[in-house]
């Protein structure tokens, strides 16, 4: 009698258990990339949000620079990075995903990205010249700090970013400094600063992003992109290539989970949603606020990415 109320007593926990989500145990977890700028912390977000709430699975998110996931999703560490700027990459590209085959691509994510110089265009009122490079060549002083002394300063943003600034600089004989911000947030914060005062600021930026709808921003012209120019990264002396935003995998995440890998590969949205979304952290919300306000909006658009 005594072995016969167990065993019931041990079948009622496991029902139990399984009832609360015990059997939850047998779908991988799935490790997502979060690169150091607000959109990739926001696909990253859409994609837990919806991965947990459509397919069951439960999703980690580690924070890694963009350099530095290669190996992570290489070894099986990691199973996928929704936002890969493929110019600074060729060579991880032709590695990881060509030859090696340890990493796959995992097609567009749909925004196109464009990187480059940017001023106030109250800077390209008062001086006309500075539309283009070679107006910067005598005027460096007035961008100059205590810090860049007979230098202008240039903005850079987060110096894990893949970024040809200081080759740029160096090439087209400009007199000015790369001073690192640090972030992206820092950044932003010296150029709203110089803003505000109405003072004279050259920095690196990237679109699309919300910043652009905050601030009268205006691009500088460099010399035209071409592969020739970007052969040496320690030549460069052009602007930088169109980006058209992508997504790679673990090349084992199909067999770890065929329905996950189905949704990632399908996941695509336009600049225009990323847009959105970065405008509501501007106004105080969070990336995984954002990211699930746009979810609820917006089911139409990514139901068809479920298998």
């Not at 949205?269 to 990336?287: C, F, K, P």
Request: charged share 20%; proline share 5%.
């Amino acid at each position: 009698m005594t072995k016969t109320i167990v065993l019931l007593t041990s079948i009622l926990l496991l029902a139990l258990l399984a009832a609360c989500g015990g059997g939850d145990e047998a779908q991988a977890m799935i490790t997502l990339v979060e690169n150091p700028w607000p959109a990739s912390a926001l696909n990253v977000q859409v994609a837990k949000i919806i991965i947990e709430q459509e397919l069951g699975n439960r999703v980690e998110i580690v924070a890694l620079d963009e350099n530095v996931q290669w190996d992570a999703i290489a070894a099986g560490n990691a199973d996928a990075s929704l936002e890969v700027w493929p110019s600074g990459h060729s060579e991880r590209i032709a590695e990881y995903i060509n030859n090696l085959r340890t990493v796959e691509d995992g097609g567009p994510l749909g925004p196109v990205g464009e990187i480059g110089w940017f001023v106030p265009r109250y800077v390209v009122d008062d001086n006309p010249a500075l539309i283009s490079w070679e107006g910067f060549k005598d005027v460096a002083v007035e961008f100059g700090t205590a810090e860049t002394g007979v230098n202008g300063r240039f903005l850079g943003a987060d110096p894990s970013w893949v970024q040809y600034d200081e080759a740029i600089i160096r090439n087209l004989g400009l007199p000015f400094q790369v001073v690192w911000t640090g972030s992206e947030d820092a950044l932003l914060a010296e150029v709203s600063a110089a803003y505000s005062r109405r003072q004279p600021v050259l920095f690196y930026f990237y679109s699309p992003h919300a910043i652009f709808q905050q601030l009268d921003l205006v691009q500088v012209e460099l010399p035209p992109y071409s592969d020739a120019c970007y052969a040496d990264p320690e030549l460069i002396n052009c602007g930088y290539p169109e980006d058209h935003l992508f997504k790679i995998f673990s090349a084992k995440l199909a067999e770890k989970d065929a329905a996950v890998y189905a949704f990632l590969k399908n996941m695509n949205y336009g600049s225009d949603t990323q847009i959105e979304m970065l405008a509501m952290l501007a106004e105080g919300m969070s990336e995984a606020e954002a990211a699930r306000a746009w979810v609820e909006a917006n089911e139409a658009t990514w139901r068809v990415w479920l298998p």
